[in-house]
C-alpha cells in the first residue's frame, strides 16, 4: 500500500539516486585503501588510488642499460634495449636527457649525450645509444620520459607484508597470534554463559529476576574500569601478561552480552517441550546438551560472531592483558598502529597490512551477515 | 610452547573442562549429595533443584563478578588512593578528582566527548533511518543495506588507517592522494590542509569515522522496526492524503520512537568507550583528547592510576543513567 506513495516517478528517482550516492560514500573509503594495497610505493606517492584505474600520465626517470653491455657495430659502440620493465607496455609521449629540460624530445628524436654520444628514443620505450668511443662508466645514462602508462597492480606489498623476514613489518606472525587470541576466546565464553543462560531462562529459583537485572547493567560497563584492577590480578594470581590473561579477559567482557543473548532467546523456546522433557524423566542435564543446545544454534552463532569480531578487532584488551616489552605477542591491530607511527608514510605497506587484517573479518561478515543481524536485533536492550 | 599450540590446548582444556564441570557436578548432586532414591527421596529431589541453578550459573557469575562487577568497586577504591613508592597505597581522598579537574587535558577531552555524544549518536541514528527508509522499498534494497553495514566488521584501526588515507597531505605542488584533499582543491580550494591538526575542526573528522561504522547498526534495528509498523496505520494515513513525507514524520517515526531511542544509547555507550580511533589517528594531540584516551595515557604512560582511575570513574558516572534506564525496561518487560 505504501507503495502507492512511492510511485510518483519523480520520487523514485531521487531515492534510487540518493541510496546510490550514500552507498558510494560509504564504499569508497574502503575501496580506496584495497587499491591502495595492490599498487606500487612510488604509484601511491605521486597519484591518487582513483587514477590507477585509467591509463596515467607520468613523469618517470629511468636508466638505459650499463655501459659493459655495449656491442661494437660497423666501429660503432652501441646500446639498444627498452628503458621499461618487461611486460610494460607504455607510450612515451616526450623526453628528456637532463633534468632541466625533461621534455625537449619527441620519440623519434635523438639526443646528444651529456657523457659523449647519442641516444635515440621511441614512442614504445626502445632506444639506441650510439657512440664512435667505448661508453665508459658504470652506470646506464639516465633518460626522462612522459610517457602514458597502463593500470599496473602488483602483489608484492602482500608478500613483502606478510612473508617479510624483517619482523618489524611482518604481518604473519602477527594474523596467528590474533587467531590464536580469537579462537578460544570465542568458543570458552559461549560453553559458560550457555549454562547460565539455561538457568536463568528456565529454572526456578530465588533471585532470579535480580541476576538478570544485573547483567542487562553489567552490559554497558564500560571496560575501561577493569583494566588497572584485573591487571593486577593477573599479577598478583601470576599469569601476567600474556595469552592466558588475555583469554580470560575476553571471557569476562563477553559474559554479559553472551548470557543476555543466549537467555532471551531460550526463553522464547516452546515451554511445551522442556516440560515435556521433564515429564518424560530427563535430567536438566540431558535437556540442556541434548535439547536446548542444538535448538539455540542460531543465538550461539549469532553470539559467536559478534565476540569474534570483537576480539579480532581489539586492541585495548590485547594491548593491557597480552602484549608485554618482548614484542612476541603482538596482535594485527597494534602492529598497524605501531606501523602508523613509525611508517606513517608508507601507504603500500600500511594499507596491505590494513587488509590483511581487515580481511578475515570482511570474509566472515558477509558469509554470516544474517545471524549477525539477528543477534544486533535480539541484543539491543529493548 | 608454539602459541598456536598452546591455543589449542586451552580449547581443549577449557572445553573439556568446562563440559567436566558441568557433568560432574550435576552427577555428584544427584547420585551423591542428594541421591532420588531411599526414604529421603523426594525431599532430595527437591534440594537438588534448588542447588542445581547456581550449579549452572556458577562459572559465569564469576566470571562476571570478576571481570566486570569487582573491577568497578575496585576503581573507585584505587582513585581515592594514591601509589606510594616502594609498594602500598595511601588514601588521598578527592586529591586525585582534584588534580584531574585542574588539568586542561580533562576538560579538553570533556569537552571533546560532549561533542562526540552528541554528534556521532545523532548522525548515526539519522543516517542510518535515513538509508532504513530508503532501501525500504527498492529492489536492491538489501544489497545496498549490506555495503552500508560492512564497516562494522573493521575494526576500529583499520577504519582509521582507511581515513587517514581519506584525509592525507601532499605538498601543495603535488597531487594530492587523499580524497578529501584532492576535492578541496578540484572545487577551488587553494592549499591543501592537513585536516587532523585543525583543532576544533579535526574531532569532527574523528566523529566521521564513527559515525561511519555505527550508521550500519543503526539502519539494521531501524529497518526491521520500520517492517513492524502496522500497514493499516500507513495506508490510513495515504486514503487521508499525507504526503510521503508526513507519513515518515508524523506516522512512522512516532511509532518506532523507542526503537530511535535503544539505538541512540548504543551508540553512545560505544562513543564514550570509543579509544581505539583517536589513539591510532591522532593520539589525543592537536586538541583532540577524548576521555577513553586521556584515561589510558594516565594509566600506562604517565602511570598514574589515581587519575587513570578518576577519569575511568568518570566515564563510568556518565554510562549509570543509561545503566539505570536499561535496567529499569528489562525488568518492566519481564513483568
Not at chain 1, 591518487?48 to 650499463?66: D, H, I, M
Not at chain 1, 584492577?229 to 579477559?249: D, Q, R, S, T
Not at chain 2, 577531552?109 to 548522525?123: D, G, Q, S, T
Amino acid at each position: 500500500m505504501s507503495d502507492i506513495a512511492g510511485t510518483k516517478p519523480a520520487l523514485r528517482w531521487v531515492v534510487h539516486a540518493s541510496v546510490i550516492f550514500l552507498v558510494v560514500l560509504w564504499v569508497v573509503p574502503t575501496l580506496g585503501l584495497l587499491i591502495s594495497s595492490f599498487r606500487t610505493a612510488d604509484q601511491i606517492a605521486t597519484s591518487g588510488w582513483w587514477k590507477s584505474l585509467f591509463p596515467s600520465e607520468q613523469n618517470l626517470t629511468l636508466r638505459s642499460t650499463a655501459p659493459d653491455t655495449q656491442v661494437l657495430e660497423n666501429g660503432v659502440y652501441v646500446i639498444e634495449g627498452n628503458l621499461f620493465d618487461a611486460g610494460t607496455t607504455a607510450t612515451i609521449s616526450q623526453w628528456g636527457v637532463s633534468s632541466r629540460a625533461v621534455d625537449a624530445f619527441v620519440p623519434g628524436d635523438t639526443a646528444e649525450l651529456r657523457r659523449g654520444g647519442t641516444i635515440t628514443v621511441d614512442a614504445q620505450g626502445n632506444y639506441r645509444m650510439e657512440n664512435s668511443e667505448e661508453f665508459t662508466g658504470s652506470r646506464g645514462a639516465r633518460v626522462f620520459v612522459t610517457a602514458e602508462l597502463p593500470p599496473e597492480f602488483t602483489l608484492a606489498n602482500y608478500h613483502k607484508v606478510l612473508l617479510a623476514e624483517d619482523s618489524s613489518d611482518s604481518m604473519g606472525r602477527a594474523f596467528f597470534n590474533t587467531l590464536t587470541v580469537t579462537i578460544p576466546a570465542t568458543i570458552i565464553p559461549i560453553l559458560v554463559a550457555a549454562f547460565a543462560a539455561y538457568a536463568l531462562a528456565w529454572m526456578d529459583f530465588p533471585g532470579r529476576a535480580l541476576l538478570i537485572a544485573a547483567v542487562v547493567g553489567l552490559l554497558v560497563v564500560p571496560l575501561q574500569l577493569a583494566l588497572i584492577p584485573l591487571l593486577k590480578f593477573h599479577l598478583n594470581i601470576g599469569i601476567g601478561k600474556g595469552y592466558l590473561g588475555v583469554w580470560m579477559a575476553h571471557t569476562g567482557f563477553g559474559m554479559p552480552l553472551a548470557i543476555y543473548l543466549l537467555r532471551n532467546y531460550m526463553a522464547g523456546l516452546p515451554r511445551d517441550l522442556i516440560e515435556n522433557a521433564r515429564v518424560d524423566g530427563a535430567t536438566e542435564f540431558q535437556i540442556f546438551t541434548k535439547l536446548i543446545l542444538p535448538l539455540s544454534f542460531p543465538a550461539l552463532a549469532s553470539f559467536a560472531i559478534f565476540q569474534f569480531l570483537w576480539t579480532w578487532n581489539d586492541l585495548l584488551v590485547a594491548k593491557v592483558f597480552l602484549i608485554d616489552a618482548s614484542g612476541q605477542t603482538t596482535v594485527m591491530t597494534n602492529q598497524i598502529v605501531e606501523l602508523l607511527g613509525t611508517r606513517g608514510g608508507n601507504w603500500e605497506i600500511l594499507a596491505t597490512a590494513a587488509f590483511v587484517s581487515i580481511a578475515v573479518p570482511l570474509i566472515v561478515f558477509f558469509a554470516m551477515q544474517k545471524y549477525l543481524v539477528r543477534g544486533l536485533l535480539a541484543g539491543s536492550v529493548k | 610452547m608454539h602459541p598456536a599450540l598452546q591455543g589449542l590446548l586451552t580449547i581443549a582444556i577449557g572445553v573439556s573442562g568446562c563440559v567436566g564441570y558441568f557433568y560432574l557436578s550435576n552427577q555428584f548432586l544427584d547420585k551423591v549429595l542428594f541421591p532420588a532414591r531411599g526414604p529421603n527421596a523426594g525431599r532430595n529431589i527437591n534440594r537438588a533443584n534448588m542447588i542445581r541453578p547456581w550449579l549452572f550459573l556458577f562459572p559465569a557469575l564469576a566470571a562476571l563478578g570478576l571481570y566486570l562487577a569487582y573491577p568497578v568497586v575496585e576503581t573507585l577504591r584505587l582513585s581515592l588512593t594514591d601509589r606510594v613508592p616502594g609498594g602500598g597505597y595511601e588514601w588521598v581522598g578527592l586529591e586525585n578528582y582534584i588534580q584531574m579537574a585542574n588539568e586542561p587535558k580533562f576538560w579538553e577531552a570533556m569537552r571533546n566527548n560532549m561533542f562526540w555524544l552528541i554528534i556521532v549518536p545523532a548522525m548515526s541514528t539519522a543516517l542510518g533511518l535515513l538509508v532504513a527508509q530508503l532501501t525500504d522499498r527498492i529492489r536492491w534494497g538489501n544489497i545496498a543495506k549490506s555495503l552500508i553495514f560492512m564497516p562494522m566488521a573493521i575494526s576500529f584501526v583499520g577504519a582509521s588507517v582507511i581515513w587517514k588515507l581519506v584525509y592525507d597531505t601532499r605538498p601543495a605542488e603535488q597531487d594530492q592522494i587523499g580524497m578529501l584533499n584532492a576535492l578541496y582543491i578540484f572545487f577551488g580550494g587553494t592549499e591543501p590542509q592537513t585536516w587532523l591538526t585543525i583543532p576544533f575542526w579535526n574531532s569532527f573528522f574523528l566523529m566521521v569515522v564513527l559515525i561511519w561504522i555505527q550508521t550500519g547498526f543503526a539502519m539494521v534495528i531501524l529497518s526491521a522496526a520500520l517492517r513492524g509498523i502496522p500497514e493499516e496505520t500507513v495506508e490510513a494515513a495515504i486514503l487521508d492524503g499525507a504526503n510521503p513525507f508526513q507519513i515518515f514524520f508524523r506516522i512512522k517515526v512516532p511509532q518506532i520512537k523507542t526503537t530511535i531511542l535503544v539505538v541512540w544509547t548504543t551508540i553512545t555507550i560505544t562513543v564514550l568507550k570509543v579509544f581505539d580511533i583517536v589513539f591510532a589517528m591522532t593520539n589525543g594531540q592537536w586538541e583532540t583528547q577524548v576521555l577513553a584516551n586521556y584515561m589510558y595515557d594516565k594509566l600506562f604512560r604517565a602511570n598514574d592510576w589515581g587519575v587513570g582511575s578518576a577519569s575511568a570513574m568518570v566515564i563510568m558516572l556518565l554510562v549509570t543513567p543509561i545503566l539505570i534506564w536499561n535496567v529499569r525496561n528489562a525488568r518492566k518487560e519481564m513483568e
